[in-house]
């Protein structure tokens, strides 16, 4: 992984719906490694995840959700600042900005966007100005670098050109972010061998019991060679999975066995079972000790969006200013 080091980091992560292990290869693990040695600012976007959760408990919840997930996998609060996009008001602020600066053709070519509309969606307005509210919470910020998944490269390349924008019309203002694309190497194949997310139903969720683990992993497709026969590792889900958890001598142990013949995909399921339960063991304890003690999140993000407001403030300050905003109160 390209060694990120005395960076400004920034990401969001949406709160719709329980984290997943391609979530946690794919971004998480990721995001707390950057907060060793970078300043990192990571939020929970719950104003993104209005344009599709319309119920205040859900919404409540998922958020916290979020919160509680990464203190368990071992974010720091003493390390990052972990917070809630509503809690910096000046992110929308800067977003009503950015859009007097936005064309609609740049929002009209949105793959994101097409997508939702492509799969019958009915869109709102908060879907289709999507792009904008995540420039604003990048450039809020003075955010360097942006990992985030191949998903959102667009929206970084859009938030580039607003930034650009503002600077050419009002002069220099913003800082431009580079992108941090999430390595490749990184996706993990669902239950049915597509890349595993919750569109499609194939995901294994990180802290869910033993029993409905059980039950995924032994419902992870493979193909009918009888178990005497050889089989092919590289072109097998469980060992596809199984890689992401062991090391390197039980990677090879596993991969000798597929070869020789004699050993079935249900042994190497129930391998891949306890490799993903144990993996995760610390992370479910330090989980239902958060749980018990739900003011430590509150504080965490109080602390966070404290810290991240401060930042905010600056630049929106800074915005005001450049764009003439006359402040008689
Ligand atoms: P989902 O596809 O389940 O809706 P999200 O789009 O919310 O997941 O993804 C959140 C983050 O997790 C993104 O950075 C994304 O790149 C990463 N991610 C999601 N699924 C995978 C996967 N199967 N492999 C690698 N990374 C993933
Ligand atoms: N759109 C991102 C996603 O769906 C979440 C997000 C919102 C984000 N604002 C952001 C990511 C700012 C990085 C930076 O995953």
């Known amino acids: ?6 960076k400004r980091i920034l990401s969001g992560i949406q709160p719709s719906g329980d984290l997943h292990i391609g979530n946690y290869f794919g971004a998480i693990r990721q995001h707390i490694e950057f907060q060793e040695g970078n300043e990192c600012y990571y939020f929970v976007a719950n104003l993104h995840a209005m344009t599709t959760i319309q119920d205040k ?5 998922a958020t916290l959700q979020v919160a509680i997930d990464y203190l368990a996998l071992g974010l720091n609060p003493d390390k990052a600042n972990l917070f809630v996009q509503s809690d910096i008001p000046e992110v929308t602020e800067l977003a009503w900005i950015l859009s007097t600066l936005t064309p609609l053709g740049l929002l009209e070519r949105a793959h994101s966007y097409k997508d939702k509309v492509a799969k019958g969606l009915t869109p709102n307005h908060g879907l289709f100005a999507y792009p904008i509210l995540m420039a604003a919470d990048i450039l809020i910020y003075d955010s360097e670098v942006v990992p985030v998944g191949k998903d959102q490269k667009q929206h970084l390349e859009m938030t580039r050109d607003m930034a650009l924008k503002l600077n050419n019309v009002y002069g220099d203002t913003l800082v431009i972010p580079a992108e941090y694309i999430m390595p490749e190497v990184a996706v993990v194949p669902g239950l049915d061998g597509q890349k595993m997310s919750k569109s499609y139903g194939n995901t294994i969720e990180i802290f869910c019991d033993y029993k409905t683990l059980k039950q995924k992993v032994m419902s992870i497709v493979t193909d009918s060679t009888p178990l005497e026969e050889p089989k092919d590792p590289d072109k097998n889900n469980v060992f596809a999975l199984y890689k992401l958890f062991a090391s390197q001598e ?5 991969r000798k066995k597929f070869l020789q013949g004699g050993y079935g995909y249900g042994h190497a399921k129930k391998e891949l079972l306890e490799k993903i339960y144990t993996f995760f063991e610390l992370a479910r304890t330090r989980r239902e000790e958060i749980i018990k003690d739900k003011t430590y999140v509150w504080e965490v993000l109080k602390r966070g969006a404290h810290q991240a407001r401060e930042q905010a403030q600056q630049v929106m300050s800074r915005v005001r200013e450049n764009c003439g905003l006359i402040r008689a109160y």
């Open 250 to 254: 039980e990677k090879e142990d596993m």
């Open 57 to 61: 408990r859900k919404l409540e919840e």
């Open 1 to 6: 992984m390209q060694k990120i080091q005395n």
